[in-house]
């Protein structure tokens, strides 16, 4: 077999020649008194950066000295380079070694400093430190329990078998699990397939795995995800029953069925959903470079026409490569499955929003390759690919020229394929793709000469953010990793509680659950979606107050900005703890819990930051009146009374006071108390504006609350106790508090008559009013 040689990485000889390296791994074990010795090996994979490092996969023999018992496990091996310090595996795994109990060598790491090469016994994996976790039966089941808590499934057992491996990278296992309803004691057979990722996190992959679910509505074959789990950093999907696409190569069935292939791909690329990641033109021409330069590396013979056709593909592809929609992102034969006349899309590792016509190149290019390994000849699947392509541009917007560019990039690309797998005649192999692919770019004309225009993507609908936002396994996707962040905590669970319409938006109630540290974990959050936006710099304000006011004595505590989701426009905030305040205000702790108020927003007016929003006085008086104006044609008795207070109201809140942020509604019910300290849960509407505007509006919801609870004693000393907290730490004199108490009075008697609210409940907010102005007179 032919040889690679780069000079920056003395081990690369000795980890690519199978009989060198078995004569190394022999001479280490004998060396160390290891029961087991090594019978043979072979070569599984190869990660190869041209003077960078390599990374080996060995399938190895290994055979009992006494028993003479035979088992095979996975060996890895790494080539330094000469200048590289070599880095040890912590401890800690090393460590973890020792207790694994399906060793075979004793001795978890060999390193041969003098032919630069590192030997890892799987599953020792610097990059991937979980994976003695994730292929330990028992705290997978822990792990399962946990994430399916929700299903009223008991886990009973769980076996497991290692699929494949990818080192410092990615491994893939299938679970056996045995699963008993709670409620029925029923006992089902589940074989999930596992993968666990080093730079891929779980709960991305599963948002969009389920994002496309959902978007699909079963209009195309998916083999959806079912569950992750974050600190294995693992996605769990059912198995899917069938055979893949490839294997029918050559047969009478297979050109149906890539046409039918076709069509489910455009469908996919026709839908429309969030997706968390993009994958731009830049990234394209990173992976086109990259694998340029390894593929000059192994045909050194052939650096120059690889070059220019590296050069010519970043050009077409720079000119061309748009992000039109969802793609898969590693579409081929092999990641399609079979069953009858149906076809099932699986490996969704890779979805993201980019090209479409990366998944088309990408299968076409495997056409060619299955054409290689069936007939010797790339051109022997010609029939599948014209239908294939044939039936992708009849179901979606394109032309050939694109696919044919992004075909010839994928050829360029795998063309390294037979050198990483170290297939027999590997180094022919390589040459004929990058023969093809120059073929290929010929067909695809001037397509780099001639810009390639995104279309418009569809703007998501109010209504549209809000199905999304309330659709619970998906937001706990979303929530986790900065949930994760701020607690340390995995959540596993998300319900929706409720969903309230405002003028401005929506209001969304979410309850979380989990574990962190061990512990089961609950927490409270709100989202909004504001028609008009901004959301993601309401969050910048409330956190720039919120550190504004720590550590200030008897400060309002805040929400927690959690998250923003851009797809959505949508702000998670995590929700203070505590009791209402509404339901603490007909005991005598409700008074104390006002007086706590008055004090936590007399803070604020100290407190100097920058908030967008700005509500004036003028404009505050000006929405007044017009409110009242509205009374006229329905309740005219009703706006004679509240048109003879404005008057008065106006001439004491026309001078002007301080300016500081105001949280423009204050309802009770949105006031936490717990222990000493109060909390404000609704800061949606934050604004600078006069302080006294909170205040009067506390006052005013008090009044309504008892005035439907039928309370006035109780709520009167409430409301008394702010009054005189509020004067008294110089929130302004007692005749200008009344006349905002009064203004909010006779704003929310008129949103209770336009609302139709009981007769007899708009005149007393008004009656009260009148009695706020004249007990201040």
Request: charged share 30%; aromatic share 6%; with cysteine.
């Amino acid at each position: 077999m032919a040889t690679v040689a780069d000079a920056a990485l003395p081990g690369l000889a000795t980890a690519l020649d199978v009989p060198a390296f078995l004569r190394l791994l022999r001479s280490e074990l004998e060396a160390r008194g290891e029961e087991w010795e090594v019978v043979d090996a072979r070569i599984a994979d190869v990660d190869y950066r041209p003077r960078s490092r390599c990374l080996v996969l060995y399938r190895v023999v290994f055979r009992h000295r006494l028993s003479g018992r035979t088992t095979r496990r996975f060996v890895s091996g790494r080539a330094w380079r000469a200048d590289e310090e070599r880095v040890p595996p912590p401890s800690e795994l090393l460590d973890r070694y020792e207790g694994y109990r399906r060793k075979v060598a004793r001795t978890p790491v060999f390193d041969a400093p003098d032919e630069h090469l590192t030997v890892y016994q799987f599953p020792v994996d610097p990059r991937l430190p979980w994976l003695f976790d994730a292929i330990d039966s028992r705290l997978v089941k822990r792990h399962l329990q946990r994430a399916w808590g929700q299903r009223k499934l008991r886990i009973g057992r769980v076996t497991t078998d290692i699929l494949g491996y990818t080192p410092q990278s990615r491994a893939t296992m299938l679970y056996h699990v045995l699963a008993e309803d709670k409620e029925t004691g029923e006992v089902e057979a589940r074989r999930l397939v596992a993968k666990t990722h080093f730079s891929k996190p779980p709960d991305k992959l599963f948002a969009n795995a389920w994002a496309l679910g959902r978007a699909a509505n079963g209009t195309v074959g998916l083999a959806g995800l079912v569950a992750y789990i974050a600190p294995l950093r693992m996605t769990l999907q059912e198995e899917v029953r069938g055979e893949r696409l490839a294997n029918f190569a050559g047969t009478p069935s297979f050109v149906p069925l890539v046409r039918k292939t076709a069509r489910s791909i455009a469908a996919v690329h026709h839908l429309a959903l969030p997706l968390k990641g993009r994958r731009g033109p830049e990234q394209e021409l990173r992976v086109v470079a990259r694998w340029t330069e390894t593929v000059a590396a192994i045909r050194p013979d052939l650096t120059t026409r690889v070059e220019r056709l590296g050069d010519r593909l970043v050009a077409g592809l720079g000119e061309r490569a748009v992000k039109a929609g969802p793609i898969h992102g590693d579409f081929h034969p092999g990641n399609v499955l079979t069953a009858g006349e149906d076809v099932t899309l699986i490996d969704l590792d890779e979805v993201s929003v980019s090209d479409p016509f990366v998944d088309v190149g990408r299968f076409l290019a495997s056409l060619r390759v299955s054409a290689m390994r069936v007939f010797a000849d790339p051109a022997g699947l010609l029939d599948a690919e014209d239908a294939f392509l044939d039936e992708y541009l009849h179901a979606a917007p394109g032309d050939e020229a694109s696919a044919r560019l992004f075909e010839a990039a994928s050829l360029l690309i795998a063309a390294a394929a037979p050198f990483r797998l170290q297939r027999a005649g590997w180094e022919r192999a390589a040459g004929l793709l990058v023969e093809e692919a120059e073929r290929t770019l010929a067909l695809a004309g001037d397509a780099g000469g001639r810009r390639r225009e995104a279309p418009e993507q569809a703007r998501m609908s109010h209504t549209e953010r809000r199905e999304w936002a309330t659709d619970p396994v998906y937001m706990q996707a979303m929530l986790d990793p900065h949930l994760r962040e701020l607690h340390g905590a995995d959540v596993t669970a998300c319900s929706v509680r409720s969903v309230r319409e405002r003028d401005d938006g929506y209001r969304i109630s979410y309850r979380l659950s989990g574990w962190r540290a061990g512990e089961k974990w609950r927490a409270s959050a709100v989202g909004l979606i504001r028609r008009e936006g901004r959301g993601r710099r309401l969050g910048e304000q409330v956190k720039t107050l919120r550190a504004a006011l720590h550590g200030l004595a008897e400060a309002p505590l805040l929400p927690t900005p959690v998250a923003y989701v851009s797809k959505l426009a949508l702000l998670v905030l995590e929700q203070p703890r505590g009791e209402r305040l509404s339901s603490l205000i007909h005991t005598p702790a409700g008074a104390d819990a006002a007086a706590k108020l008055a004090r936590a927003l007399l803070v604020l007016r100290d407190v100097p930051i920058e908030v967008d929003a700005v509500r004036s006085l003028e404009d505050e008086l000006h929405a007044l009146r017009r409110a009242v104006d509205r009374l006229y044609r329905t309740r005219r008795a009703l706006y004679t009374r509240a048109h003879s207070l404005l008057a008065e109201v106006e001439s004491v809140r026309a001078a002007a006071g301080t300016t500081s942020v105001v949280f423009s509604t204050l309802d009770p019910r949105q006031v936490l108390v717990d222990g000493d300290a109060v909390a404000i849960a609704d800061v949606s509407a934050l604004a600078l504006s006069d302080p006294r505007l909170d205040a009067g509006d506390f006052l005013a919801r008090l009044a309504l609350i008892g005035m439907e609870a039928g309370d006035d004693e109780m709520l009167g000393e409430a409301a008394r106790r702010f009054r005189r907290e509020y004067v008294a730490g110089g929130g302004g004199d007692r005749r200008e508090l009344a006349a905002f108490e009064a203004a909010a009075l006779l704003r929310l008697a008129a949103a209770e008559a336009e609302r139709g609210a009981a007769q007899g409940v708009p005149e007393r907010l008004v009656a009260a009013a009148a009695a706020a102005l004249a007990a201040a007179s």
